[in-house]
């Protein structure tokens, strides 16, 4: 099983509204990873989980607020988000953070933040 | 500051015919480049991984080379067929110690047309 799922696939919330995007992978990776991608730009890393413990986090503002309950599992809390923030989420995996190891990405969900 | 620029942004190909991909880069200390193919609203797929020793690698119809020394690389589409029709992305990852930070390329966007 070769696959990063993600949840919801389609998002649409109101800039007081608190929602969270879900991510899960069995694939036994310790690394996992949250990017933003606006349309016809490339992904842009948000934070970096190794061994559940938040590694790296890109300046992201606190509206973001990431959670790796288990090695399996990653959330991404949203709350008072604004218009700008929609976008493509896409979560990815890896064996680890370290080396050459291929991120396997989830299908994404599209936020649209009205 | 760590910068993978891509050429062309985008071309269209006619079914069956060959090109070439494009990517520079400026990222130290170089760990490994990566190749992904993205759909439009899915997330990306990881075509090759190659690491400083590396200077080809394929994956079916795709080719990648490696420069280190000049700091490129290239990925050739053989035979490209419809199903191509999608965005190639480089990422060339830099290591650290919270382990490899990626930076993405701009991206190619390749139309095979009939």
């Known amino acids: 099983d070769t696959e990063v799922t993600q949840t919801p696939k389609h998002l649409v919330m109101g800039m007081t509204n608190k929602k969270s995007l879900k991510c899960e992978q069995h694939?036994?990776?310790?690394?996992m990873y949250w990017y933003k991608q606006k349309a016809k730009k490339p992904p842009e890393l948000m934070f970096v989980?190794?061994?559940?413990?938040?590694?790296i986090n890109e300046s992201v503002p606190s509206r973001f607020s990431p959670e790796c309950p288990n090695s399996s599992l990653l959330n991404l809390h949203l709350h008072a988000l604004q218009p700008e923030d929609s976008a493509l989420y896409l979560c990815?995996?890896?064996?680890?953070?370290?080396?050459?190891?291929?991120?396997?990405f989830g299908p994404g969900t599209r936020l649209t933040v009205t | 500051k760590n910068q993978v620029e891509q050429s062309p942004q985008s071309l269209i190909i006619l079914e069956g015919k060959n090109c070439t991909l494009q990517c520079n880069y400026t990222v130290s200390p170089f760990s490994n480049l990566r190749w992904y193919k993205q759909d439009t609203g899915r997330g990306p797929v990881s075509l090759t991984i190659m690491t400083f020793s590396e200077n080809t690698k394929s994956n079916g119809r795709y080719t990648a080379t490696l420069d280190a020394d000049t700091k490129q690389s290239s990925l050739h589409i053989t035979a490209s067929q419809l199903s191509d029709s999608a965005s190639y992305i480089c990422?060339?990852?830099?290591?650290?110690?919270?382990?490899?930070?990626?930076?993405f390329g701009g991206g190619t966007r390749v139309l095979v047309k009939p």
């Open positions: 989980y190794s061994y559940e413990k938040l590694s």
């Open positions: 694939m036994g990776h310790r690394a």
């Open positions: 990422v060339v990852s830099a290591a650290s110690a919270a382990g490899n930070k990626l930076t």
């Open positions: 990815a995996s890896s064996q680890g953070s370290g080396g050459p190891y291929e991120q396997y």
